[in-house]
């Protein structure tokens, strides 16, 4: 007879997460650590923003924070807003990325694909980016729109929690001999909760964090970068304990977008250009660790969204940057390279304490039992 048992086909939004490592054959030499890299790109909206946007999603339509035919507002220019577009076309939400003029063609092109509704903000904040004047437009959208809700990406909790929870134990169940772990920053979700993760579960590997120059993440002079993704003008309050970190870095654009390039040459991994960022301080890692030992990085995001700036030489030499991908070229660039700090606690910490309220966040209401 036959069953009448109907199997559940899984939706988008299940296939979140439960991504992939994989290991490099070629930027390294057998008698240095061995490369990982953990897919985050392989997530159905392509980034690693997928986790903490359905997390903080998920968490406010059980808490009822969030009501069908709501909307989501949220300051992002990049993943995290695609990712939003994505689970709001599948949940039945509008969405409204509150977006600057840096954003790319492609992103753009991405959020319409999706049906989210663009708004650009144009005019800078005090510290010359415009992390701080995107949100407080979205706090006021927010407050001015019945219905709606903030996911919050850079105050909330819930992204941190999203990694500690998900990217973090997957790691460590899916590496072996983890000499470090090595992650770029912007709200510092990853990084803070990675580092929290791992220092509970296997306190002897190393937590390393990376900024790009220009960014004021981990302290020092403020001025223009173009690497996308990375990089904020204080200490998020998603990393709120720089105690778990064992060395930051600081690299370069050049750094970030010759290495994401090098990257998909020598190992056929299509990448973004935190990728790249990443990739050069775990190769600096690598050099220095020992055979048999492995080096952790994560592939934040999809490689096509970089044709028409970082795989384009045009764009790159437009914006002073070298087109190369040579691999020794970058093992020599990982060489020379050296922690920003290897005190953060007692040398990098830049909060704004006050921010949050500042600029209207809603999330500080979230009390810290429903972190989970
Ligand atoms: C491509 C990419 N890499 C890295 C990051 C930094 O991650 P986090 O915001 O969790 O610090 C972001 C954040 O937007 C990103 O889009």
Request: charged share 20%; hydrophobic share 40%.
């Amino acid at each position: 007879m036959k069953s009448t048992r109907r199997v559940r086909v899984p939706q988008i939004l299940d296939v979140i997460g439960g991504t992939p490592v994989v290991g490099l054959r070629n930027l390294t030499t057998p008698g240095e650590a061995r490369l990982v890299v953990k897919l985050e790109n392989a997530n159905p909206a392509g980034s690693l923003k997928d986790r903490p946007a359905w997390y903080i999603v998920e968490h406010a339509e059980r808490t009822g924070r969030l009501r069908p035919g709501g909307t989501l507002i949220e300051s992002s220019s990049g993943n995290f807003s695609i990712a939003l577009a994505m689970i709001g076309a599948s949940r039945g939400y509008r969405v409204v990325a509150v977006v600057d003029p840096k954003i790319t063609p492609t992103n753009r092109g991405l959020l319409e694909a999706f049906g989210a509704e663009i708004i650009v903000v144009d005019e800078p904040d005090d510290s010359g980016s415009y992390h701080k004047t995107r949100i407080e437009l979205a706090n006021r959208l927010h407050r001015e729109t019945p219905g709606s809700f903030r996911p919050d990406q850079c105050f909330n909790p819930l992204n941190g929690q999203a990694h500690y929870n998900a990217t973090a134990r997957e790691l460590l169940a899916q590496t072996r001999n983890l000499a470090a772990v090595v992650c770029t920053v912007s709200t510092g979700g990853q990084l803070g909760g990675i580092a929290r993760a791992v220092k509970e579960h296997a306190p002897h590997v190393e937590v390393v964090g990376v900024d790009v120059q220009g960014s004021t993440v981990f302290g020092g002079e403020p001025h223009a970068y173009l690497t996308p993704g990375v990089g904020l003008s204080w200490t998020p309050s998603n990393l709120p304990d720089l105690s778990l970190l064992d060395e930051v870095y600081m690299v370069t654009d050049q750094d970030a977008f010759q290495a994401c390039r090098t990257l998909v040459r020598s190992e056929g991994l299509l990448a973004g250009v935190s990728t790249g960022a990443a990739l050069t301080v775990a190769l600096a890692k690598a050099m220095r660790a020992r055979p048999k030992q492995q080096v952790a990085f994560l592939a934040a995001d999809r490689g096509e969204r970089y044709l028409a700036t970082a795989f384009n030489d045009d764009w790159l030499k437009a914006n002073g940057l070298s087109a190369t991908a040579d691999p020794e070229d970058l093992r020599e660039r990982a060489r020379h390279l050296t922690p920003h700090s290897t005190r953060p606690a007692e040398e990098c910490a830049n909060y704004l304490p006050g921010l949050a309220a500042e600029l209207g966040s809603p999330t500080l209401v979230l009390a810290r039992s429903e972190w989970r």
